[in-house]
């Protein structure tokens, strides 16, 4: 009973998805809906896969200084894997959740010098955080204050003086006198003086413009002139004047008025005041952030002095009343029951048959991922469905609540995570597995289509020597032909470790290719290259065809292509007779030269007419294919007799002259 009831300020687990780790919250406040049902204001935790690879490398530097300074013990590669699954960072962040996905509660700490690490890996449910993360700046400040010890904040105290020696300190430049108990005034006299002060300071006020308004009233002018800044003023006078009343009296009443002493509590307005009691109510008793967000035109001595002059009046006194009504109004606990449905990412349940629920599609032999165990009374399917990978009771429930693996990966992880501080470093075996070249990347292409971001896989020795190892199983060039097969990437792996210790040491026989010089490549690259024609400088060719002034007697056959002859009739490129300063293929090349951007010939546009289309229809498929392949080549085509027109009389469209009808 006592394990499902959940008070407030209680840490507890939140799902909001079957396949991934719980959430870590803090219950703040427990409302009751309309409709009946019991909501959770919730503090938000993160842990370090949900923040970026440059903050994991922020928190690691600041985890080895913690490390460093308390003198923590030397923990194992897979102490220090799992101690990261137990570090949280806490936020500012607030959201509400259904109480219904309440599955656990957890113990959340503060990580103090004391704290052994090791420690936190032997409870259950135990996390801790050092560092604060701010979901919106995406920064990571620490949440505990700076310890200041040093000669800059104690002072140092010297040795006691020996009886009768006189002290020959300058007692003037140490501090500054502003009371003297022993002073000739009797305390009545004192008493006497400190009236005539508070009602100097209300006749003041009644003469001030601005303090009119603000207190119309004058029992409100008298209870502000009596407060301490009045005082504090007062006895500042007879100090100044050795205690003199008549003086001091002078001094409070100078040439031009009273002396008006106000504090922080006047000098704020009521806007601003309602603006201060905003922010107290969202940010606590954060100051900075108060006079950043809210009051930036106030000092930060200004917003501390009127808190602590507000809490002294009725308002402060009206709100602590109203807030413990709510209080008492508000859920203090609820009973949430145990969570019973069975997940959807069961494989298999216990007592069912092979095939049952989703178990069809897995591969037999398939070992956990994290314990690489054979045996369990129940498995889950985890990571990408198509790289069929699976855990085990416990290490599903070790997902679950702290968000990772009890082992680093074997093949792609264990290898990095010594090796690159990175991003990577961090990565869980299901995002390493994703990056694995010997398995498929269907799931991955999709991800990352959408955040459009560079990416680059890189193999690790480890992984080189399995393809090595294993070629049996891999069958590279068998994979290369059939890239969208899938590769059981698990029994690569296993495989790979049984035969690593048990492979030759000796260095593998590589053939050296000697490489031709760099004259040589070049002298080969300039024979082998194509040579471009260089087209005479002549009328522009019309574009478009209703331009032509005249009517083209030998159209080209193929557009794009320049070819000889066609028909027995010579056809020239273009329609234009090759000049001097063109070559054709059959010209041997001697050598190149390069041709500057201003020397470069004009642009040919090439536009099949209406005739060289039907031109086309006349040549066969192998003709055309052949022309094609080889444009260089002639072709000849057999052009049909032209049909016979009937001899009309052209009329003219029209003319000058006068048309007259006849009757």
């Given at each position: 009973?006592a394990?499902?009831m959940?008070?407030?300020g209680?840490y507890?687990?939140?799902?909001n998805?079957?396949?991934n780790?719980y959430?870590?919250r803090r219950?703040?406040?427990l409302?009751?809906?309309a409709?009946?049902?019991?909501?959770a204001?919730?503090?938000?935790?993160?842990?370090?896969?949900d923040?970026?690879?440059n903050?994991?490398?922020?928190?690691d530097?600041?985890?080895?200084?913690?490390?460093e300074?308390?003198?923590?013990?030397?923990?194992?590669?897979?102490q220090?894997?799992?101690?990261?699954?137990?570090?949280?960072?806490?936020s500012?962040?607030?959201e509400?959740?259904?109480?219904?996905?309440?599955?656990g509660?957890c113990?959340v700490t503060?990580?103090n010098e004391t704290?052994?690490?090791?420690?936190?890996?032997?409870?259950?449910?135990c996390?801790?955080?050092?560092l604060v993360?701010?979901?919106?700046?995406?920064?990571?400040?620490?949440?505990?204050?700076?310890?200041?010890v040093?000669?800059?904040?104690?002072?140092e105290?010297?040795?006691?003086?020996?009886?009768?020696?006189?002290?020959t300190r300058v007692q003037?430049?140490?501090?500054?006198?502003?009371?003297?108990?022993?002073?000739q005034l009797?305390?009545?006299?004192?008493d006497?003086?400190?009236?005539v002060?508070?009602?100097?300071g209300?006749?003041?006020?009644?003469?001030?413009?601005?303090?009119?308004?603000?207190?119309?009233?004058?029992?409100m002018s008298a209870?502000?002139a009596?407060?301490?800044?009045t005082?504090?003023?007062?006895?500042?006078t007879?100090?100044k004047?050795?205690?003199?009343?008549?003086?001091?009296?002078?001094?409070?009443?100078?040439?031009g008025?009273?002396?008006?002493?106000?504090d922080?509590?006047?000098?704020w307005s009521a806007?601003?005041?309602?603006?201060?009691?905003?922010?107290l109510?969202?940010?606590g008793k954060?100051f900075n952030?108060i006079?950043?967000d809210?009051?930036?035109?106030?000092s930060?001595?200004?917003?501390?002095?009127?808190?602590?002059?507000?809490?002294?009046t009725d308002?402060y006194?009206?709100?602590?009343?109203l807030k413990?009504a709510?209080?008492?109004s508000k859920?203090?606990?609820v009973?949430?029951p145990?969570?019973?449905?069975?997940n959807?990412?069961q494989?298999?349940?216990p007592?069912?048959k092979?095939?049952?629920n989703?178990?069809?599609g897995?591969?037999?032999?398939l070992?956990?991922?994290?314990c690489?165990?054979?045996q369990?009374?129940?498995?889950?399917?985890?990571?990408?469905?198509?790289?069929?990978?699976?855990?085990c009771?416990?290490?599903?429930?070790y997902?679950k609540k702290?968000?990772?693996?009890?082992?680093p990966?074997?093949?792609?992880g264990a290898?990095?995570a010594?090796?690159?501080?990175?991003p990577?470093a961090?990565m869980?075996r299901?995002?390493?597995?994703?990056?694995?070249?010997?398995?498929?990347?269907?799931?991955?292409a999709k991800?990352?289509a959408?955040?459009?971001q560079?990416?680059i896989?890189q193999?690790?020795k480890l992984t080189?020597?399995?393809?090595r190892?294993?070629?049996?199983i891999?069958?590279?060039r068998?994979a290369a032909?059939?890239?969208?097969?899938?590769?059981?990437?698990?029994?690569?792996?296993?495989?790979?470790?049984?035969?690593l210790?048990k492979?030759?040491?000796?260095?593998?026989k590589?053939k050296?290719?000697p490489?031709?010089?760099?004259?040589?490549?070049v002298?080969?690259l300039?024979?082998s290259?194509?040579?471009?024609?260089k087209?005479s400088?002549?009328?522009p060719?019309?574009?478009?065809?209703?331009?032509?002034?005249?009517?083209?007697?030998?159209?080209?056959?193929?557009?794009?292509?320049?070819?000889?002859?066609?028909?027995?009739?010579p056809?020239?490129?273009?329609?234009?007779p090759?000049?001097?300063?063109?070559r054709?293929?059959s010209?041997s090349?001697i050598?190149?030269?390069?041709?500057?951007?201003?020397?470069a010939?004009?642009?040919?546009v090439?536009v099949a007419?209406k005739?060289?289309?039907a031109?086309?229809k006349?040549?066969t498929?192998s003709?055309?294919?052949?022309?094609?392949?080889?444009p260089?080549?002639?072709?000849?085509?057999k052009?049909?007799?032209?049909?016979?027109?009937?001899?009309?009389p052209?009329?003219?469209?029209?003319?000058?002259?006068?048309?007259?009808?006849?009757d």
């Amino acid at each position: 009973m006592a394990a499902n009831m959940y008070r407030v300020g209680d840490y507890v687990y939140f799902e909001n998805s079957s396949s991934n780790p719980y959430l870590i919250r803090r219950i703040e406040e427990l409302n009751k809906t309309a409709n009946g049902n019991v909501e959770a204001k919730v503090v938000c935790l993160f842990r370090r896969r949900d923040i970026s690879g440059n903050l994991n490398t922020l928190a690691d530097s600041n985890a080895r200084e913690f490390e460093e300074e308390s003198k923590q013990p030397s923990l194992s590669e897979q102490q220090k894997h799992q101690l990261k699954h137990r570090e949280l960072f806490l936020s500012r962040q607030f959201e509400s959740l259904p109480a219904t996905h309440i599955r656990g509660k957890c113990n959340v700490t503060l990580l103090n010098e004391t704290d052994v690490l090791a420690g936190y890996l032997e409870k259950e449910d135990c996390f801790f955080y050092s560092l604060v993360f701010d979901p919106v700046q995406k920064t990571l400040l620490a949440d505990q204050g700076e310890i200041r010890v040093g000669s800059k904040y104690q002072a140092e105290i010297p040795d006691k003086l020996a009886e009768g020696e006189l002290d020959t300190r300058v007692q003037e430049k140490m501090e500054t006198k502003v009371w003297d108990p022993n002073n000739q005034l009797k305390d009545a006299q004192i008493d006497q003086f400190l009236v005539v002060a508070r009602a100097v300071g209300t006749f003041a006020r009644a003469l001030d413009c601005s303090s009119s308004i603000r207190q119309p009233s004058l029992h409100m002018s008298a209870a502000a002139a009596s407060r301490d800044i009045t005082l504090f003023h007062a006895m500042d006078t007879l100090q100044k004047n050795n205690y003199d009343l008549a003086k001091a009296m002078s001094t409070l009443v100078p040439q031009g008025g009273p002396v008006l002493c106000r504090d922080e509590m006047e000098e704020w307005s009521a806007s601003e005041a309602m603006l201060f009691e905003e922010a107290l109510e969202k940010y606590g008793k954060d100051f900075n952030d108060i006079r950043q967000d809210f009051l930036p035109w106030k000092s930060l001595a200004s917003v501390v002095q009127f808190y602590y002059m507000w809490k002294t009046t009725d308002r402060y006194i009206q709100q602590k009343r109203l807030k413990a009504a709510e209080a008492d109004s508000k859920l203090k606990q609820v009973y949430i029951p145990t969570y019973t449905k069975p997940n959807p990412n069961q494989i298999m349940m216990p007592g069912s048959k092979p095939g049952l629920n989703g178990a069809a599609g897995f591969q037999k032999g398939l070992s956990c991922e994290s314990c690489h165990t054979a045996q369990s009374p129940q498995w889950y399917a985890w990571g990408p469905p198509n790289m069929q990978c699976r855990l085990c009771a416990s290490c599903w429930i070790y997902w679950k609540k702290y968000g990772g693996l009890k082992t680093p990966t074997q093949l792609e992880g264990a290898a990095r995570a010594g090796s690159e501080p990175g991003p990577r470093a961090h990565m869980t075996r299901q995002e390493v597995q994703g990056m694995s070249p010997f398995t498929r990347n269907e799931g991955r292409a999709k991800l990352l289509a959408k955040n459009r971001q560079t990416f680059i896989l890189q193999t690790t020795k480890l992984t080189r020597v399995a393809r090595r190892v294993c070629e049996d199983i891999l069958q590279p060039r068998r994979a290369a032909r059939r890239p969208y097969a899938s590769i059981n990437a698990n029994a690569v792996k296993a495989e790979c470790m049984i035969r690593l210790p048990k492979a030759t040491k000796s260095p593998l026989k590589s053939k050296v290719i000697p490489r031709q010089s760099l004259a040589t490549i070049v002298k080969d690259l300039a024979i082998s290259a194509p040579l471009k024609l260089k087209a005479s400088r002549g009328p522009p060719t019309p574009i478009n065809r209703n331009q032509a002034s005249q009517p083209r007697v030998a159209q080209s056959l193929l557009g794009k292509r320049g070819f000889d002859v066609a028909a027995g009739v010579p056809y020239p490129a273009n329609g234009r007779p090759y000049t001097s300063g063109m070559r054709t293929t059959s010209q041997s090349v001697i050598k190149r030269q390069k041709v500057s951007q201003g020397e470069a010939p004009n642009p040919v546009v090439f536009v099949a007419t209406k005739d060289t289309r039907a031109l086309r229809k006349h040549l066969t498929q192998s003709e055309m294919r052949r022309a094609a392949r080889k444009p260089h080549l002639m072709v000849r085509i057999k052009l049909p007799p032209p049909p016979r027109s009937l001899a009309m009389p052209l009329l003219p469209s029209s003319t000058s002259e006068p048309i007259v009808l006849e009757d």
